[in-house]
C-alpha cells in the first residue's frame, strides 16, 4: 500500500523552528518529486514547497521562501521541510504528497497524500 | 505568480444535475492544470491532470477541458458521493498555486 506519515508537527511560539518529516513506504521514493501542501483552518490549499527526485530542482511558495528548507533523503525514503523564523499565518495542517512523476517542473498532478501534521504558530 | 480563479466560489445542485466549475489563469500556463476533490475531514483526492485527463480510478461522469486560460471541470450527472469542494492547481511555472476552491453543496 502507498502511504506517506508526515510527523514534527506541534505548536510553537511565533520566531522559532520546527522540522516536519514524511516517511514514504509501498513506492519506489527516489522515483518521484515530493511536494508539501498546507491548508489552513477552514482555508484553501496552498503549495508550500517540491522538491524533485534527485534534489536538483527545488521550488518554494513565495509566503515561505528564504524561511523553509525542503529537503529529501532517498535511502530513508523520508522527505522534510525545515521551517524557520514561523509566523502565526504559518498555522495549518501540512500535507505530503507524492507527484505523478519525478520532475518538478511542469508536473501532471499530485496523486498520493498523507494524512497530515498539524503546525500551530502561537504566542 | 500566476493566479487561479475559480468560479463559482459555491454551487448548490442536485443529485442528476449536471454541473460546471471552471478555473481562469493569469497567464498562459498550457495544459499544466489539475482538478482535485477534497470532502470535509479527508485528504485531497486528484480527478484530472493535463487539463482533461482522467486519474486512475475515478469516475468518468468526471470530465475536463481547456480553452486558452480557462479550464473546465464538468461532473455530468451528480452523484450523493460527488458534492464535495473541488480545486484546481497549475503546474506550469513556479510556485505552483492552487484556486480558492469551489464548494459544491445540495440543494
Known amino acids: 500500500e502507498v502511504q506517506l506519515v508526515e510527523s514534527g508537527g506541534g505548536l510553537v511560539q511565533p520566531g522559532r523552528s520546527l522540522r516536519l518529516s514524511c516517511a514514504a513506504s509501498?513506492?519506489?521514493?527516489?522515483?518521484?518529486?515530493m511536494h508539501w501542501v498546507r491548508q489552513s483552518p477552514g482555508k484553501g490549499l496552498e503549495w508550500v514547497s517540491g522538491i524533485n527526485w534527485n534534489s536538483g530542482d527545488i521550488g518554494y511558495a513565495d509566503s515561505v521562501k528564504g524561511r523553509f528548507t525542503i529537503s529529501r533523503d532517498n535511502a530513508k525514503k523520508s522527505l522534510y521541510l525545515q521551517m524557520n523564523s514561523l509566523r502565526v499565518e504559518d498555522t495549518a495542517l501540512y500535507y505530503c504528497?507524492?507527484?505523478?512523476?519525478?520532475?518538478?517542473?511542469?508536473?501532471?498532478?499530485?496523486?498520493?497524500w498523507g494524512q497530515g501534521t498539524t503546525v500551530t504558530v502561537s504566542s | 505568480d500566476i493566479q487561479m480563479t475559480q468560479s463559482p466560489s459555491s454551487l448548490s445542485a442536485s443529485v442528476g444535475d449536471r454541473v460546471t466549475i471552471t478555473c481562469r489563469a493569469s497567464?498562459?500556463?498550457?495544459?499544466?492544470l489539475s482538478w482535485y476533490q477534497q470532502k470535509p475531514g479527508k485528504v485531497p483526492k486528484l480527478l484530472i491532470y493535463?487539463?482533461?485527463s482522467l486519474h486512475s480510478g475515478v469516475p468518468s461522469r468526471f470530465s475536463g477541458s481547456a480553452s486558452g486560460t480557462d479550464f473546465t471541470l464538468t461532473i455530468s450527472s451528480l452523484q450523493p458521493e460527488d458534492f464535495a469542494t473541488y480545486y484546481c492547481q497549475q503546474s506550469n511555472s513556479l510556485p505552483y498555486t492552487f484556486g480558492q476552491g469551489t464548494k459544491l453543496e445540495i440543494k
Open positions: 493535463g487539463a482533461s
Open positions: 504528497v507524492k507527484d505523478v512523476s519525478g520532475s518538478l517542473i511542469r508536473h501532471y498532478g499530485m496523486d498520493v
Open positions: 497567464q498562459s500556463i498550457r495544459n499544466y
Open positions: 509501498g513506492f519506489t521514493f527516489d522515483d518521484y518529486a
